[in-house]
């Protein structure tokens, strides 16, 4: 059984750190693509940052570009998002995800993606 369990979220000011991270159970990292996603109230849930599963390479939405990094540890089956520089509209809860037939991860809907976390809140406040 495949599961992604969250972790890190919490209450942060702005300009602050926080590092998510996903620990993964059911499945190997090689031939899926994974990533984290986000739902701020009353908004659509969004790709934040993906890792693709042909090359490898991450994708970060323009709204994290140098302020959000992904990465992974294998050995551990974990994936992890530092976000740093932390904004008011960062606040949401965060997904973790992964689909092993879509390596756009992403770009996906959320219908479109095989296997979520239950999320963890991140709320960014003065």
């Known amino acids: 059984e495949v599961q992604l369990v969250e972790s890190g979220g919490g209450l942060v000011q702005p300009g602050g750190s926080l590092r998510l991270s996903c620990a993964a159970s059911?499945?190997?990292?090689?031939?899926?693509?994974i990533g984290w996603f986000r739902q701020a109230p009353g908004k659509e849930r969004e790709g934040v940052s993906c890792?693709?599963?042909?090359?490898?390479?991450?994708y970060y939405a323009d709204s994290v570009k140098g302020r959000f990094t992904i990465s992974t540890d294998d050995a551990k089956a974990t994936l992890y998002l530092q976000m740093n520089n932390l904004k008011l509209e960062d606040t949401a809860v965060y997904y973790c995800?992964?689909?092993?037939?879509?390596?756009?991860?992403?770009?996906?809907?959320?219908?479109?993606?095989?296997?979520w976390g239950k999320g963890t809140l991140v709320t960014v406040s003065l």
């Open positions: 995800a992964a689909d092993p037939f879509y390596s756009d991860l992403c770009a996906r809907s959320e219908r479109g993606v095989d296997y």
């Open positions: 059911g499945f190997t990292f090689d031939g899926h693509a």
């Open positions: 890792i693709r599963s042909t090359d490898g390479s991450a």
